[in-house]
T-cell receptor, first 115, second 115 residues
Framework: AQSVAQPEDQVNVAEGNPLTVKCTYSVSGNPYLFWYVQYPNRGLQFLLKYITGDNLVKGSYGFEAEFNKSQTSFHLKKPSALVSDSALYFCAVRGPTSGTYKYIFGTGTRLKVLA | DSGVTQTPKHLITATGQRVTLRCSPRSGDLSVYWYQQSLDQGLQFLIQYYNGEERAKGNILERFSAQQFPDLHSELNLSSLELGDSALYFC??????????????FGPGTRLTVL
């Protein structure tokens, strides 16, 4: 069965510092991995995805994510955090299971960037 | 703005009632997905439609049903409402259904409150 874990409920980081939001996954076969961000009272916004190719994926708003197959991880990173990055971040996985293309979402990690 | 629209934004109703949530996908997208986001259950996939036909089912209760119309908009019907149905309901759309890397784009959600 596919699953994804976000081990941290909340991450605090000072503005200007690098940030990492962790995600690990479990899927048979090659994974398709996604990151979304949710601002208060808003829907989920797509940030980036890993399908194949380079392990470092660049996305929107300066975010990037590193795919690590041996550690089954897909951590979200940003070199310099902004206060406006404060939001709820979701990792999602889709496996190559025929017939079902639903996302399995993690529980979310709340990022707080402190001024 | 993702291009996915949902109406209404807010809905307040009583237990036992029936409501309909509406979603219009991005222009050209054939797949529509429904998700429920609640504090205790997180983000849960409910159901997916592709070009008018049901494609995948998740944790959708029998009291809930959905359909996708010829113009590709979708409706989620919730009946015999219970207090526990209070949640944010998101619609997402994607271009197709045949590839697992298909990115889903989310609408702003409908907040349902059952009193």
């Amino acid at each position: 069965a596919q699953s994804v874990a976000q081990p941290e409920d909340q991450v605090n980081v000072a503005e200007g510092n690098p940030l990492t939001v962790k995600c690990t996954y479990s899927v048979s076969g090659n994974p398709y991995l996604f990151w979304y961000v949710q601002y208060p009272n808003r829907g989920l916004q797509f940030l980036l995805k890993y399908i194949t190719g380079d392990n470092l994926v660049k996305g929107s708003y300066g975010f990037e994510a590193e795919f690590n197959k041996s550690q089954t991880s897909f951590h979200l990173k940003k070199p310099s955090a902004l206060v406006s990055d404060s939001a709820l971040y979701f990792c999602a996985v889709r496996g190559p299971t025929s017939g079902t293309y639903k996302y399995i979402f993690g529980t979310g990690t709340r990022l707080k960037v402190l001024a | 703005d993702s291009g996915v629209t949902q109406t209404p934004k807010h809905l307040i109703t009583a237990t036992g009632q029936r409501v309909t949530l509406r979603c219009s996908p991005r222009s050209g997208d054939l797949s529509v997905y429904w998700y429920q986001q609640s504090l205790d259950q997180g983000l849960q996939f409910l159901i997916q439609y592709y070009n008018g036909e049901e494609r995948a089912k998740g944790n959708i209760l029998e009291r809930f049903s959905a359909q996708q119309f010829p113009d590709l908009h979708s409706e989620l019907n919730l009946s015999s409402l219970e207090l526990g149905d209070s949640a944010l309901y998101f619609c997402a759309s994607s271009a197709g259904v045949s590839t697992a890397e298909d990115t889903q784009y989310f609408g702003p959600g409908t907040r349902l409150t059952v009193l």
